[in-house]
């Protein structure tokens, strides 16, 4: 067999080798792959998946660690009969037939996933008084659909929060409420000509190139250097729109220097179909120096378009987003997107505006600063016992990159944890270009572990990467 049907997800949680395992299984169990079928070769499998050698050879040696295929020297992997497959055999009720139940993955101890959020500080009763005034007899509207932009009292919140936390300057009728970025996105795309060209950085959050792709739209991956995209590799190219993380470079988390920001905004100027659209998903967590002011804030011709969110800042499942557009383009939203209705819950809209109104969202958010403070220096002084380990990124947000130089690449990086019920999240997950990096780089979200149990999830990673402790 040549090829394998896969389709990887690149912007998935779940790595790239782990993908890989699932499906070769699936394939196996359902019959498609059978006793004695060959499985290609790591090189033609890399030519086609557009993935490293090294990511299949972990696959390949977690599905030969389980009994589901064998090695044969000089000839290749091969698929071992279904009978000879470890499994429990368990009698289902009613039924004569014995079914195979296959045992479940264990759940992960300590996930270092990027997006998670300290849940333990959510201030639960404050936010249920909010919701539950908007839930009474004298909120009936609250029922009926509400403006197509979303509700105006939050519009107007988040305008007056943007302008003294990131220097954001806009009317409320500029703004769009939408459930989740990947909403926005959507609807922003309907507005630019269909012939568009879109630049993504790489590295980077992937989510706008997946969406573009749906669409059928051309995109450029743009190479990212540790002071953030690179301008002449913009200039090179032939986009018309950048999606970029200026103030908090996903994943790295370096800031855009003043003079690349407005490189950028003068490259916009030059032609009046190019934008930038600025993601600045958790710009409120800054540990050292000043708050880094929006690129938002700097635009004099019209060209940002601003982005944010509250799923770090408060809570993901909310699912309240928002844009701020371009006056130029507020009326092209007007005309072209009317039909629209406004995707958050008008109940959820209303509980967030009162809760930012009397400023508990300014309170919630102060204290979370203080949390995340405390767990990113528990992070940091870990480090300093691990001298195979160099941290980027620990200035700002809810994660670090690890470069790791202990000698052992990506994917054995991600399996050794995963023995030990540990999730991590390779920077190759990230990537769409392939890096020539010399060591592995490994994305370490820290927010969602509690506080007290932070520092042993870290040593018991370091540890399961044979990693001990320098005094």
């Known amino acids: 067999m040549d090829y394998l049907a896969c389709e990887l997800l690149r912007d998935s949680d779940v790595p790239l080798y782990e993908q890989l395992y699932d499906y070769i299984k699936g394939e196996i169990t359902v019959g498609r792959l059978r006793e004695g079928d060959k499985l290609p070769s790591k090189r033609k499998l890399a030519t086609l998946l557009k993935i490293s050698q090294n990511t299949i050879q972990t696959a ?28 429990i055999e368990s009698k289902m009720k009613n039924e004569s037939s014995t079914v195979g139940v296959y045992p479940k993955e264990q759940t992960a101890i300590y996930d270092f996933h990027p997006s998670q959020i300290d849940t333990v500080h959510f201030p ?16 009936q509207s609250s029922l009926l659909l509400g403006e197509n932009q979303g509700e105006l009292d939050l519009r107007k919140e988040i305008a007056q929060y943007l302008y003294h936390s990131r220097g954001v300057t806009c009317k409320p009728e500029q703004i769009v409420i939408g459930a989740g970025v990947e909403v926005l996105l959507q609807q922003l ?18 989510l706008m190139m997946k969406i573009l792709h749906n669409y059928g739209y051309e995109v450029y991956p743009l190479l990212v250097d540790r002071q953030g995209v690179d301008i002449h590799a913009i200039k090179k190219s032939p986009i018309d729109i950048l999606y970029t993380t200026p103030s908090h470079h996903f994943p790295y988390g370096t800031v855009l220097p003043i003079q690349r920001r407005q490189q950028l905004l003068n490259w916009a100027a030059e032609k009046n179909d190019r934008y930038i659209i600025e993601d600045d998903y958790d ?9 880094i002011p929006s690129l938002q804030s700097m635009d004099r011709g019209e060209k940002v378009i601003y982005l ?30 009317s039909f629209y209705h406004c995707t958050v819950s008008r109940i959820d809209q209303n509980a967030l505006s009162g809760f930012m109104k009397d400023g508990e969202f300014e309170k919630h958010l102060n204290r979370m600063k203080k949390v995340y403070r405390r767990k990113v220096e528990i992070v940091l002084n870990v480090l300093k016992s691990f001298p195979q380990l160099e941290v980027m990124g620990e200035s700002s947000g809810l994660h670090v990159v690890l470069i790791v130089k202990n000698g052992m690449n ?37 927010a969602g572990i509690r506080e007290e149990q932070l520092e042993h999830s870290l040593k018991a990673l370091f540890k399961a990467w044979g990693m001990d402790v320098i005094d």
């Open 60 to 87: 390949y040696e977690q599905l030969e660690a389980e009994g589901y295929i064998e090695v044969q020297a000089r000839r290749g992997y091969f698929i071992l009969p279904l009978t000879d497959l470890e499994y």
């Open 124 to 139: 639960f009763d404050k936010w249920r008084k909010y919701v539950k005034q908007h839930i009474e007899p004298v909120h």
């Open 189 to 206: 795309i309907f507005l630019f000509d269909k012939n568009t060209v879109y630049g993504v950085e790489d590295p980077g959050y992937h």
């Open 283 to 291: 710009s409120e967590f800054r540990y050292n120096g000043k708050t």
């Open 308 to 337: 944010g969110s509250f799923s770090k800042s408060f809570i993901p499942s909310l699912r309240i987003s928002y844009m701020v557009l371009p006056k130029p383009l507020v009326k092209s939203y007007k005309e072209k997107l």
């Open 410 to 446: 990506e994917s054995e990086l991600v399996a050794r944890a995963k023995r030990e019920r540990l999730k991590i999240y390779p920077l190759s997950n990230y990537s769409i270009i392939r890096r020539e990096d010399k060591e592995p780089q490994i994305i370490l979200g820290f």
